[in-house]
C-alpha cells in the first residue's frame, strides 16, 4: 500500500520568495514520486519525478525537489515564486516510473502568492 | 508533446440518464489509460485503469456496471456514467500512458466537469 500526505492545504508566500511545498510517502517498495500541477479547470501537467536516479530532481518552471529516503519525504521547491505559480500542486507516487500504474495522490496544496 | 484530449469539457444532464466522456491521446498510442475523478477542493482518485482490448480494472469501491470503460483502440478510451445521479458530478480527468518514448510518463487530459440535475 502507498499514501501521501502534503502538509498545509494552502500556502501563501509573497513574490521572489521561496517556495517551499511539503511532501510525505508511504510506500512498501521503492516509490516512484511526481509533483504535478494543475490550474484552475485544467488537467494536471506534470512538474518533475523521481524515479530513483538521482535524489534532486530539476523540474519545469524552476522548481526542484529532493528525496530523502530517511525523512520519506519528497518536497517541493522555487527559489524565488512568480505570481504564475498561484495554482494547486499535487504530489503523487506510483510504484512505476513511468506509469504502469495509477497515481495515488495527495490532497493537494493551494499555493498563493502575494504581491 | 504528447496531448491527450476529453471531450465534452463540460456536460450537464438530467438524473438517471447517461453521460459518456472520450479520452483520445492524440499524436501517441496509449496501451494503457487511467480514469481519476475530483471532487471540489479534493485530491484526484484513481477509478480504473483501461487497458486496450481488455476489460478495464477498477479501484475498490468503484461500481464497475454504473461506471462502464471501453478501450476499443490504442487512442481512445471512453467512459460511460450509467444512470447519473447527482452525487456523480465531479470532475473526471484521463490519462494516457506513452509507452512510445524512452521514459514511459502518463499525461492528462483536461478533464471533463460533470452535472448532473
Known amino acids: ?17 521561496l517556495v517551499l511545498l511539503r511532501c510525505n510517502y508511504s510506500s512498501s517498495v521503492p516509490p516512484y ?5 494543475q490550474y484552475p479547470n485544467q488537467g494536471l501537467q506534470l512538474l518533475l519525478k523521481y524515479t530513483s536516479a538521482a535524489t ?6 524552476g522548481f526542484e525537489a529532493e528525496f530523502k ?32 500504474d495509477g497515481l495515488t495522490f495527495g490532497k493537494g496544496t493551494h499555493l498563493i502568492i502575494q504581491p | ?9 463540460r456536460v450537464i444532464c438530467k438524473s438517471g440518464t447517461s453521460v ?9 498510442q496509449a496501451t494503457t489509460m487511467f480514469w481519476y475523478r475530483q471532487f471540489p477542493k479534493q485530491s484526484l482518485m484513481l477509478m480504473a485503469t483501461s487497458n486496450e482490448g481488455s476489460k478495464a480494472t477498477y479501484e475498490q469501491g468503484v461500481e464497475k ?10 487512442t481512445l478510451s471512453t467512459l460511460t456514467v450509467t444512470s447519473a445521479h447527482p452525487e456523480d458530478s465531479s470532475f473526471y480527468i484521463c490519462s494516457a500512458r506513452d ?19
Not at chain 2, 21 to 27: G, K, Q, T, V
Not at chain 2, 100 to 116: N, S
Open chain 2, 1 to 9: 508533446g504528447a496531448v491527450v484530449s476529453q471531450h465534452p469539457s
Open chain 1, 56 to 61: 534532486l530532481v530539476k523540474g519545469i518552471n
Open chain 2, 65 to 74: 456496471d454504473k461506471f462502464l470503460i471501453n478501450h476499443a483502440s490504442l
Open chain 1, 69 to 100: 529516503k530517511s525523512e520519506t519525504s519528497f518536497h517541493l521547491t522555487k527559489p524565488s515564486a512568480h505570481m504564475s505559480d498561484a495554482a494547486e500542486y499535487f504530489c503523487a507516487v506510483s510504484y512505476s516510473g513511468g506509469g504502469a
Open chain 1, 1 to 17: 500500500a502507498q499514501s501521501v500526505t502534503q502538509l498545509g492545504s494552502h500556502v501563501s508566500v509573497s513574490e521572489g520568495a
Open chain 1, 33 to 37: 514520486l511526481f509533483w504535478y500541477v
Open chain 2, 20 to 28: 459518456k466522456i472520450e479520452c483520445r491521446s492524440l499524436d501517441f
Open chain 2, 99 to 117: 509507452v512510445g518514448r524512452i521514459q514511459e510518463t502518463q499525461y492528462f487530459g483536461p478533464g471533463t466537469r460533470l452535472l448532473v440535475l
